[in-house]
């Protein structure tokens, strides 16, 4: 087979110009005795065992492809098949680089695991993994999304996380980082800062994508014996990153395969309500990596927002961005609207009620599948379940 892409990302951590660690030297040596120690244990039987059967027993691993035939039939053109992500234990793809993060986590030795979380989704599935693997996990998350994402906020609670109401500035995500990382910072060393995405300064981008690449590992597996040829596009909704590199990387060296990454495009790219870091970003600096990102002229980050609290992030992995400049992975935007058709059609005629951030990839491989000859294939990685958005949607829709 002819591997025409690289390793990535290099030693430095750099996929390309992108990535890095773009942090204060006290941090470097802090993240590079991480990558030391990630680079040790992943190369042991006994941590990719442990590993294997979490994901097999206790995420619920390997997730179905399953053709979306009565979508398919709908639309005309291509099939659409998913990868049912939403099957896994806590309901997304994020469950899988949370269980390898703690694992990290206690092999290091560390005393305790924090992040910040915005709708809740990285800080349950964290604070799951955490009670599992049995190390103490701490939780910041601003007071106004707590009051918005109760039920999260509870979960986390019960699975013995210690919240972390933060009241400074907007009260949201974007405080929740800096509130995080304030602690994190007193104690580094036996502090492990768990990255929500393919995102974060070296190692995480890479660490992120491993773990995730189960899911590209088993699709392209089952989806070879079960049609005996490759899907002709891979489609995966970006927000960080994360399910879609995971879903991306076994695909990479498959050149005939397209790879379309779809990331929010809001109330549309010609309005501030977005956060299509791809289609309207510039080259900057954020969270300690060379990415994308939505900022002016002078660095300064940019709101975002998405219908979808999961992709409303102004940066994007380092990977992708790398991907993206060699034209390997094609990224296109979806609005609100198309998302919210997207998760209505997939509920009412698949009876699968997909995350809102998943609605999006559904979302361009309906579009797109139509365009499409009915002898080709889609496959759409359905990162999670919907169950959190149905009360909104319904709620929008006044259904
Ligand atoms: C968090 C989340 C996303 C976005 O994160 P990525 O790192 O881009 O994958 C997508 N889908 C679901 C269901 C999520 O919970």
Known sequence: MVQSLPEMPDKAGYFGEYGGQIIPPE???????ISDAYEEVRKTQAFQDELQ???AYYVGRPSPVY???????????ARIFLKREDLNHTGAHKINHCLGQALLARFMGKTKVLAETGAGQHGVALATACALVGIPCEIHMGVVDMKKERPNVTKMQILGATMVPVTRGTQTLKDAVDSAFDEYIKDP?????????AVGPHPFPKMVRDFQ??????????????????????????????????????FLPDEAVRLVGVEPAGKGLDTPDNAATMSLGRKGVLHGYRCYALQDENGNTLPVYSIASGLDYPGVGPQHCYLRDIGRVQYEAVTDDECLDAFLTLSRVEGIIPALESAHAVAYAMKVAKEMDPDKAILVNLSGRGDKDADFVAGKLAL
């Open 189 to 197: 060393v036996n502090f492990l800062y768990a990255i929500g995405s």
């Open 53 to 55: 059967e979490l994901y």
């Open 27 to 33: 941090l470097k040596a802090v993240m590079d005795k």
């Open 213 to 250: 690449s189960i899911i590209g590992k088993e699709a392209r597996e089952q989806f070879l014996a079960r049609e005996k040829r490759l899907p002709d596009m891979v489609v995966a909704c970006v927000g960080g990153g994360s399910n879609a590199i995971g879903m991306f990387t076994e």
């Open 67 to 77: 053709y979306a035939r009565r979508l398919t039939e709908r639309q005309g053109g």
